[in-house]
T-cell receptor
Framework: LAKTTQPISMDSYEGQEVNITCSHN???????ITWYQQFPSQGPRFIIQ???TKVTNEVASLFIPADRKSSTLSLPRVSLSDTAVYYC?????????????FGTGTRLQVFP | ETGVTQSPTHLIKTRGQQVTLRCSSQ?????VSWYQQALGQGPQFIFQ???????GRGNFPPRFSGLQFPNYSSELNVNALELDDSALYLC?????????????FGSGTRLTVV
């Protein structure tokens, strides 16, 4: 299973762009990179998923360099409601292989 | 389209008792995974059910068991409860076992063992 490493915590202010980087040095060829957001006492919520280059949706962007050994979740113009824990996961979605393995995540605190 | 529903939302049990937690998967999803999340930690994988059969298990003892029903809903059973079993228990459903299309999580059941 590909292991991920993220910063434990980050601070930001409202309106700023936040970039959270995740390292996954032993990512396999078939692995996808997925990010989840979790608020206290709630289940994680799927944010974005990608395989290579750049993926963008209405919430965030995901940048994946050519070697795929890291990825960066970019949150544009954060607000107080973006204060949460963000998890980076890798897995290939195969039937008999990886299940979602969560690390400790990155705790993002957004200040006014 | 309904999301994942878990019941009950909160539960208090005494050490040594047994507990059953329930999960209704999102419409169209055929796979259910269960996670245990202790305070301040990331969710830990317990096991997954795909089309009513266990499809992978994390590092949890046999007193953690589960079922998946034909409508893809699921139960998590924990026997001989211990104080360390106090946690948020999360259920996630997906289309397919690996969650390539993303997992949908419920809000969890907060279990307190006293």
């Amino acid at each position: 299973l590909a292991k991920t490493t993220q910063p434990i915590s980050m601070d930001s202010y409202e309106g700023q762009e936040v970039n959270i980087t995740c390292s996954h040095n032993n990512i396999a060829t078939n692995d996808y990179i997925t990010w989840y957001q979790q608020f206290p006492s709630q289940g994680p919520r799927f944010i974005i998923q990608g395989y290579k280059t750049k993926v963008t949706n209405e919430v965030a962007s995901l940048f994946i360099p050519a070697d795929r050994k890291s990825s960066t979740l970019s949150l544009p113009r954060v607000s107080l409601s973006d204060t949460a824990v963000y998890y980076c996961l890798v897995g290939d979605g195969g039937y008999n292989t990886d299940k979602l393995i969560f690390g400790t995540g990155t705790r993002l605190q957004v200040f006014p | 389209e309904t999301g994942v529903t878990q019941s009950p939302t909160h539960l208090i049990k005494t050490r040594g008792q047994q507990v059953t937690l329930r999960c209704s998967s999102q419409s169209g999803h055929n796979t259910v995974s269960w996670y245990q999340q202790a305070l301040g930690q990331g969710p830990q994988f317990i096991f997954q059910y795909y089309r009513e059969e266990e499809n992978g298990r994390g590092n949890f003892p046999p007193r953690f068991s589960g079922l998946q029903f034909p409508n893809y809903s699921s139960e998590l059973n924990v026997n001989a409860l211990e104080l360390d079993d106090s946690a948020l228990y999360l259920c996630a459903s997906s289309l397919g076992a690996g969650g390539v299309y993303g997992y949908t999580f419920g809000s969890g059941t907060r279990l307190t063992v006293v």
